[in-house]
T-cell receptor
C-alpha cells in the first residue's frame, strides 16, 4: 500500500513565525504536491514537484515556498506565517500521470 | 479556463440512492476522478473514468460522463451511514511534466438513519 505521511496532524503557530510542513512518501513516486483545503473552495494547488530539486508553482503559491532535496520528501515552508494561512494542508504523491495518493492532512492554525 | 463545480450539500436517507453531480470546463481532460474524504482524514480515491468512456460501474458506485455537456455524476446505490463524507470530483489536465488535478469544491453527503 502507498503511504503518504505528514509530520503533524495539528499545528498552532504565531503570526510571523517560520513554519515547516513535512511530507514523506514510501512508494518512490516522482511527483509530489501540496494543496490547501478551505471550506467552500475545495483543494487548491500551492506547489508541485516532478523530480528532486524541481518545483513548479501551482495556483496559489504566494506566501509559500517548497523544498525537495530527496525523492521521498517534500517540504512546504511558510516564511512568515499569517492568519490567512490558517487552513488544512494536504500532501499528495503520484507516479508519472497516474492518480494521486493523499496524506492525512495537517490542520494549521496561525494566531 | 479551469473550473470544476459541485453543489455543496446533499442529504439522503439510509438505503436510498445518492447522486452527486459535477461540471467541468476543460474538454481536454484525460481522466476524471471521484475522491472521498472522511472526517479528519485525507482524500481517498473512490473511482475514476477515462474521458473516452461514458459509464463505469464498480459495485455500489456508478459513474456517468456526458462529455458533450462536461457533466460527471457519481451514483451510490443503497447509501449507508458510512458513506457520509465529502466527495470531490477532479479533472486531470496534462501539464507537461505531470498531470495536474483540478478539484471541485466538494459535496458534503449526509446520510440520515
Amino acid at each position: 500500500d502507498v503511504k503518504v505521511t505528514q509530520s503533524s496532524r495539528y499545528l498552532v503557530k504565531r503570526t510571523g513565525e517560520k513554519v515547516f510542513l513535512e511530507c514523506v512518501q514510501d512508494m518512490d513516486h516522482e511527483n509530489m504536491f501540496w494543496y490547501r483545503q478551505d471550506p467552500g473552495l475545495g483543494l487548491r494547488l500551492i506547489y508541485f514537484s516532478y523530480d528532486v530539486k524541481m518545483k513548479e508553482k501551482g495556483d496559489i503559491p504566494e506566501g509559500y515556498s517548497v523544498s525537495r532535496e530527496k525523492k521521498e520528501r517534500f517540504s512546504l515552508i511558510l516564511e512568515s506565517a499569517s492568519t490567512n494561512q490558517t487552513s488544512m494542508y494536504l500532501c499528495a504523491s503520484s507516479f508519472s500521470h497516474d492518480e494521486q495518493f493523499f496524506g492525512p492532512g495537517t490542520r494549521l492554525t496561525v494566531l | 479556463g479551469e473550473d470544476v463545480e459541485q453543489s455543496l450539500f446533499l442529504s439522503v436517507r439510509e438505503g436510498d440512492s445518492s447522486v452527486i453531480n459535477c461540471t467541468y470546463t476543460d474538454s481536454s481532460s484525460t481522466y476524471l476522478y471521484w475522491y472521498k474524504q472522511e472526517p479528519g482524514a485525507g482524500l481517498q480515491l473512490l473511482t475514476y473514468i477515462f474521458s473516452n468512456m461514458d459509464m463505469k460501474q464498480d459495485q455500489r458506485l456508478t459513474v456517468l460522463l456526458n462529455k458533450k455537456d462536461k457533466h460527471l455524476s457519481l451514483r451510490i446505490a443503497d447509501t449507508q451511514t458510512g458513506d457520509s463524507a465529502i466527495y470531490f470530483c477532479a479533472e486531470s489536465l496534462y501539464g507537461g511534466a505531470t498531470n495536474k488535478l483540478i478539484f471541485g469544491t466538494g459535496t458534503l453527503l449526509a446520510v440520515q438513519p
